[in-house]
T-cell receptor
Framework: ETGVTQSPTHLIKTRGQQVTLRCSSQSGHNTVSWYQQALGQGPQFIFQYYREEENGRGNFPPRFSGLQFPNYSSELNVNALELDDSALYLC?????????????FGSGTQLSVL | DAKTTQPPSMDCAEGRAANLPCNHSTISGNEYVYWYRQIHSQGPQYIIHGLKNNETNEMASLIITEDRKSSTLILPHATLRDTAVYYCIVRALFMNTGNQFYFGTGTSLTVIP
């Protein structure tokens, strides 16, 4: 148990719809990162939020967006869903500072786009 | 843009040491090497990390070569529960932006009874 919780655990959407995934950070952590993991692949970095602002982004289009709240919880929003968005979405929290932080991952949200 | 190379799969007999290699020949001087593992359909689990010295914790040991171009994760007494995908990660550092971890495809370790 890492203390990082994600909801929902599973979700089915249709192409073109919008989805919101949620993440609660581990106590004491101020940074949240989101990752997408397609079947058989390693997790791919989407973006990171620190102090409620995005401060790092991977190679994902603008229809992937997020929020971080004052309590450090976070949301990932995906608009105009495509079939290729079907994946496990992982949230990770950490305490930033010093250069050797550890990421603590939640169990993920399995998104299926039909 | 994964900066590491790992064998796609390995087997290890239960009770024996599992030695998982990783090549990171382009690592920069201030980049750490991290190891995570992922059991099917769960989130990745932190194992260990290091900069240039060898490290040991309750889960594993990390051996980093002197030139830092490769490392080995050692699970001293593998059990069936160690069957997982193991990721070697070189942490991409950006000023004040922390934690962009680039995962490759990892090594699928199977512990055999």
């Amino acid at each position: 148990e890492t203390g990082v919780t994600q909801s929902p655990t599973h979700l089915i959407k249709t192409r073109g719809q919008q989805v919101t995934l949620r993440c609660s950070s581990q106590s004491g952590h101020n940074t949240v990162s989101w990752y997408q993991q397609a079947l058989g692949q390693g997790p791919q970095f989407i973006f990171q939020y620190y102090r409620e602002e995005e401060n790092g982004r991977g190679n994902f289009p603008p229809r992937f967006s997020g929020l971080q709240f004052p309590n450090y919880s976070s949301e990932l929003n995906v608009n105009a869903l495509e079939l290729d968005d079907s994946a496990l979405y992982l949230c990770a929290s950490s305490r930033q500072g010093g250069g050797n932080e550890k990421l603590f991952f939640g169990s993920g949200t399995q998104l299926s786009v039909l | 843009d994964a900066k590491t190379t790992q064998p796609p799969s390995m087997d290890c007999a239960e009770g024996r040491a599992a030695n998982l290699p990783c090549n990171h020949s382009t690592i920069s001087g201030n980049e750490y090497v991290y190891w995570y593992r992922q059991i099917h359909s769960q989130g990745p689990q932190y194992i260990i990390h290091g900069l240039k010295n060898n490290e040991t914790n309750e889960m594993a040991s990390l051996i980093i070569t002197e030139d830092r171009k490769s490392s080995t994760l050692i699970l001293p007494h593998a059990t069936l529960r160690d069957t997982a995908v193991y990721y070697c990660i070189v942490r991409a550092l950006f000023m004040n932006t922390g934690n962009q971890f680039y995962f490759g495809t990892g090594t699928s370790l199977t512990v055999i009874p």
